[in-house]
Structures are given as C-alpha cells and as structure tokens.
C-alpha cells in the first residue's frame, strides 16, 4: 500500500510559479511510474505530466510542456511538479498519482492518489 500527501499549492499571479511536491510512504515508490493530473472546476481530471520509475523518462500534456518540469528522488519518496509561467488557465486542483509499471495517460491506469493540492493562478 503506498499513501500519497500533496503540498505545494496556493495562490499565485499570472507568470509567477510554484512548486509541489507529492510525498510517498511505502517501500515501493521506486518501482512505480507517478504522474501529476488536474482538475479545474466543471471539467475532467486530466493528465499533466508522468516520470517513470527511474526518472529517465518523462512525458507532459501539450499546454504545460516548456513551463512545468516533473522530476522525482527516489531517496526521499518524493515526486515533485515545479510550474513557471503559470496561467490562470492551469487553476485547478492538483493530484498525484502512482502505482503504473509505466507512464499513463488514463486515470484508471493509477492504483493510489494523493488528496489534491489548489492552484489558483489570479491574472
């Protein structure tokens, strides 16, 4: 069993950025993929961005790619999402997600999710 906690989120102006972490229990954590997804008030959860276990592969949605950055150590459990540039657009709530033997686009391919952290990006 692997619990995720999210941390990071808050309020932020246009351009600005922030970054959130996603913190793992479990002796497992590197041998999953993890991935950021979202969620903005009346829409689906969508895919934001994906490291595979090692770290050597990473994959990002079309509207974030060249402003977030996805990494992960797997000394301290921890996957983070550093977000520049931000737009209001990227207001959502923020999940993590893992338990994949590979990257997944889909949100079923996910065994364990975090709670969520808010983003609000003001213009």
């Known amino acids: 069993q692997v619990q995720l906690v999210e941390s990071g989120g808050g309020l932020v102006q246009a351009g600005g950025s922030l970054r959130l972490s996603c913190a793992a229990s479990g002796r497992t954590f590197s041998s999953y993929a993890m991935a950021w997804f979202r969620q903005a008030p009346g829409k689906e959860r969508e895919f934001v961005a994906g490291v595979s276990w090692s770290g050597g592969s990473t994959y990002y949605t079309d509207s974030v790619k060249g402003r977030f950055t996805i990494s992960r150590d797997n000394a301290k459990n921890t996957v983070y999402l550093q977000m520049n540039s931000l737009k209001p657009e990227d207001t959502a709530v923020y999940y993590c997600?893992?338990?994949?033997?590979?990257?997944?686009?889909?949100?079923?391919?996910?065994?364990?999710w975090g709670q969520g952290t808010q983003v609000t990006v003001s213009s």
């Open positions: 997600a893992g338990g994949g033997g590979h990257v997944y686009y889909e949100q079923m391919r996910y065994n364990y």
